[in-house]
């Protein structure tokens, strides 16, 4: 393995002095960030205790551990397997050292960025090294695919972990083991662990004593000043929400308005990013008044807020002050994530008490049911939901960086692991990137919302069996009669796409199943003038799955905006003159996007 150091290129500018310089400055960085993990503990502001995923993981492992020590002929098959994959492994090495030409034991997969550096495989200390990673984790994998007799639920928790695991261990995600960060280490003299070392100890005292990985660069992306800058005005508040009107830019616009409900796990200036991207001013652009509920974020006095207060302080509130405002008892809905499942279950409650207050309803990568609910069930069972419910109940809010943790894992080595690379390691700032800065601009959550959320939907899956109660009314889904275009989008981990088709069949009215291009974001917030991506449309969703739906669709090149907006047309075209923003009744508190939006966890 004589050419590990030949092929690192860089080494020639190589300064020993400068070298032990930069090293004894990125330990005094590193202890500076041990310093910043240590105060809030030592200040009791912070108080460490295992997490409950310890548990979780120690449990589920034993599960799957047990079936394959309970036989020694099963555990024996098992050790000749992994000690052959690694003979076969070093027999390729040496063969490669001897100048043959020999097959790799095991290939990266085409699409792992990982491994995308070409000494990956021209150095054979790297190549070694990477498939003898590969070997391992796929031979974790298959530990948990063979195990007979285990449960869905803790195979797929297995999988989850195994998977995350693997991630964290990689060989790219160390100095000595990732050939690009050698060579840059070697080049700069060590001056990017320096400038890594800075930025880690500056990101764990900005979480408080906890990591909180920088995944974008905050300048000139500020709130109502370089993002949700659509011109309105907020026109109502209450404790959970502002309520937000538009300022009209056509002379005409559609008689019946919008309401946007969105999550209140995320703020809701995703659909309002930079201009280009906005899909608010987008709407408003198109002859809409749009109206969108800002959620408040909310600390522990709000701890006790209930499902029931969000809908009846959100949507139904919001309705009535669109009454009040525009003089139109109907409005069109849209609801996003979380935010259309409680749209939802506002539009069964009020076909229950038989009021008509909705045109029409728009999804937007929501869930009804939860059967197909994907990655995030992981996180789902009695046993974990009742740990969670005690550390709500103690801080009386879920505090926002724990449910973005819990997403940022569902894509961990985009989301996590290059952050640490190019962050710590590469010492490489992130640049400017409004869709990640709101990732990173997380919200807390009423313990008493999401533990209700948490145990009717994912763990119960009470809205689509009609067995869910909200404000004393049982919710039946078959009794929203109003029209529905129910929007999926194709490579989502959150809501996936054949969950929101399989929710399709529950409502009682016409439903227009579209499937977007892209994931949970990207294939939401996709301008016509970007021409990126594609859509689906096929009127069949009775009784198939995604595939089969997916091979008699139609599909459309660029974005699903224009033939949403043909649709919500094709319900009530008649237009009036353009609204003003308030009323005299209703006038405007504060300038859009409001305060609310402002405040960070």
Request: net charge negative; proline share 5%.
């Given at each position: 393995m004589t050419d590990v150091n030949t092929e690192i290129h860089a080494a020639k500018s190589f300064n020993a002095e400068a070298f032990?310089?930069?090293?004894a400055r990125a330990m005094e960085s590193s202890g500076q960030a041990l310093a910043a993990y240590l105060k809030p503990r030592e200040n009791g502001e912070l108080k460490d205790?295992?997490?409950?995923e310890i548990a979780e993981v120690i449990k589920?492992?034993?599960?799957?551990?047990?079936?394959?020590?309970?036989?020694?002929?099963?555990?024996?098959?098992?050790q000749v397997k992994m000690a052959k994959a690694y003979l076969d492994l070093w027999g390729s090495t040496v063969r490669r050292m001897a100048g043959e030409e020999a097959p790799p034991a095991i290939e990266p997969s085409p699409r792992d960025k990982r491994f995308k550096d070409p000494e990956w495989k021209?150095?054979?200390f790297f190549d070694f090294v990477m498939q003898l990673y590969l070997l391992t984790t796929q031979w974790a994998q298959e530990l948990v695919k063979n195990a007979e007799?285990?449960?869905?639920h803790t195979r797929k928790k297995a999988e989850f972990y195994v998977q995350q695991i693997s991630n964290a261990i990689s060989p790219s995600n160390f100095v000595f083991t990732n050939p690009e960060v050698l060579r840059e280490t070697l080049a700069s003299n060590g001056d990017n662990l320096v400038r890594g070392m800075k930025m880690l100890a500056e990101d764990i005292e900005a979480g408080r004593g906890t990591l909180r990985i920088r995944q974008s660069d905050p300048?000139?992306?500020?709130?109502?000043?370089?993002?949700?800058t659509t011109p309105g005005k907020v026109i109502f508040q209450n404790e959970l929400m502002q309520l937000i009107q538009y300022t009209p830019t056509t002379e005409t616009v559609l008689r019946t308005p919008l309401l946007i409900v969105p999550p209140w796990i995320n703020k809701f200036y995703i659909l309002d990013l930079k201009p280009e991207k906005s899909y608010i001013k987008w709407c408003v652009d198109q002859g809409i008044t749009v109206f969108v509920i800002s959620w408040v974020n909310p600390d522990k006095e709000l701890g006790?807020?209930?499902?029931?207060?969000?809908?009846?302080?959100?949507?139904?509130?919001?309705?009535?002050v669109i009454e009040k405002v525009t003089g139109e008892m109907k409005v069109h809905t849209?609801?996003?994530?979380?935010?259309?499942?409680?749209?939802?279950?506002?539009l069964a409650w009020l076909a229950e008490k038989r009021r008509v207050r909705v045109t029409s309803a728009t999804f937007f990568a929501a869930q009804v049911d939860f059967t197909h609910a994907g990655d995030l069930l992981v996180f789902v069972d009695e046993g974990q939901i009742s740990a969670l419910e005690r550390d709500m109940q103690e801080a009386g809010v879920l505090e926002g960086s724990k449910m973005a943790m819990a997403f940022n894992m569902l894509r961990s080595n985009d989301l996590i692991w290059s952050y640490v690379v190019s962050n710590y390691l590469k010492g490489q700032p992130p640049s400017s990137f409004d869709l990640l800065h709101w990732n990173s601009d997380a919200t807390r959550m009423p313990a008493a919302n999401h533990s209700f959320y948490l145990r009717n939907c994912y763990l119960e899956n009470r809205l689509s069996t009609g067995s869910m109660v909200l404000d004393n009314t049982l919710l039946d889904l078959s009794k929203v009669k109003v029209p529905v275009y129910n929007l999926a989008t194709r490579e989502d981990h959150i809501a996936p796409a054949d969950s929101v088709l399989y929710g399709s069949q529950f409502f009682g009215g016409p439903v227009k199943y579209v499937l977007s291009g892209s994931g949970h974001i990207a294939g939401v917030v996709n301008p016509p003038v970007s021409g990126k991506y594609q859509y689906w449309t096929n009127d069949n969703i009775k009784d198939v799955t995604l595939a089969e739906w997916l091979k008699n669709a139609t599909e459309h090149k660029g974005s699903w905006w224009p033939d949403w907006r043909q649709w919500l047309e094709g319900l009530d075209a008649e237009m009036v003159p353009a609204r003003a923003v308030g009323s005299e009744a209703m006038p405007p508190i504060e300038d859009a996007p409001g305060s609310y939006v402002r405040v960070r966890a």
């Amino acid at each position: 393995m004589t050419d590990v150091n030949t092929e690192i290129h860089a080494a020639k500018s190589f300064n020993a002095e400068a070298f032990a310089m930069n090293i004894a400055r990125a330990m005094e960085s590193s202890g500076q960030a041990l310093a910043a993990y240590l105060k809030p503990r030592e200040n009791g502001e912070l108080k460490d205790k295992p997490p409950n995923e310890i548990a979780e993981v120690i449990k589920t492992f034993s599960t799957v551990a047990e079936y394959w020590l309970s036989d020694k002929e099963r555990a024996s098959d098992l050790q000749v397997k992994m000690a052959k994959a690694y003979l076969d492994l070093w027999g390729s090495t040496v063969r490669r050292m001897a100048g043959e030409e020999a097959p790799p034991a095991i290939e990266p997969s085409p699409r792992d960025k990982r491994f995308k550096d070409p000494e990956w495989k021209t150095n054979k200390f790297f190549d070694f090294v990477m498939q003898l990673y590969l070997l391992t984790t796929q031979w974790a994998q298959e530990l948990v695919k063979n195990a007979e007799g285990i449960d869905p639920h803790t195979r797929k928790k297995a999988e989850f972990y195994v998977q995350q695991i693997s991630n964290a261990i990689s060989p790219s995600n160390f100095v000595f083991t990732n050939p690009e960060v050698l060579r840059e280490t070697l080049a700069s003299n060590g001056d990017n662990l320096v400038r890594g070392m800075k930025m880690l100890a500056e990101d764990i005292e900005a979480g408080r004593g906890t990591l909180r990985i920088r995944q974008s660069d905050p300048t000139n992306l500020v709130v109502g000043v370089n993002m949700a800058t659509t011109p309105g005005k907020v026109i109502f508040q209450n404790e959970l929400m502002q309520l937000i009107q538009y300022t009209p830019t056509t002379e005409t616009v559609l008689r019946t308005p919008l309401l946007i409900v969105p999550p209140w796990i995320n703020k809701f200036y995703i659909l309002d990013l930079k201009p280009e991207k906005s899909y608010i001013k987008w709407c408003v652009d198109q002859g809409i008044t749009v109206f969108v509920i800002s959620w408040v974020n909310p600390d522990k006095e709000l701890g006790k807020k209930t499902f029931d207060d969000y809908m009846r302080q959100g949507p139904l509130t919001a309705m009535d002050v669109i009454e009040k405002v525009t003089g139109e008892m109907k409005v069109h809905t849209a609801g996003y994530c979380v935010g259309g499942t409680l749209l939802a279950s506002t539009l069964a409650w009020l076909a229950e008490k038989r009021r008509v207050r909705v045109t029409s309803a728009t999804f937007f990568a929501a869930q009804v049911d939860f059967t197909h609910a994907g990655d995030l069930l992981v996180f789902v069972d009695e046993g974990q939901i009742s740990a969670l419910e005690r550390d709500m109940q103690e801080a009386g809010v879920l505090e926002g960086s724990k449910m973005a943790m819990a997403f940022n894992m569902l894509r961990s080595n985009d989301l996590i692991w290059s952050y640490v690379v190019s962050n710590y390691l590469k010492g490489q700032p992130p640049s400017s990137f409004d869709l990640l800065h709101w990732n990173s601009d997380a919200t807390r959550m009423p313990a008493a919302n999401h533990s209700f959320y948490l145990r009717n939907c994912y763990l119960e899956n009470r809205l689509s069996t009609g067995s869910m109660v909200l404000d004393n009314t049982l919710l039946d889904l078959s009794k929203v009669k109003v029209p529905v275009y129910n929007l999926a989008t194709r490579e989502d981990h959150i809501a996936p796409a054949d969950s929101v088709l399989y929710g399709s069949q529950f409502f009682g009215g016409p439903v227009k199943y579209v499937l977007s291009g892209s994931g949970h974001i990207a294939g939401v917030v996709n301008p016509p003038v970007s021409g990126k991506y594609q859509y689906w449309t096929n009127d069949n969703i009775k009784d198939v799955t995604l595939a089969e739906w997916l091979k008699n669709a139609t599909e459309h090149k660029g974005s699903w905006w224009p033939d949403w907006r043909q649709w919500l047309e094709g319900l009530d075209a008649e237009m009036v003159p353009a609204r003003a923003v308030g009323s005299e009744a209703m006038p405007p508190i504060e300038d859009a996007p409001g305060s609310y939006v402002r405040v960070r966890a």
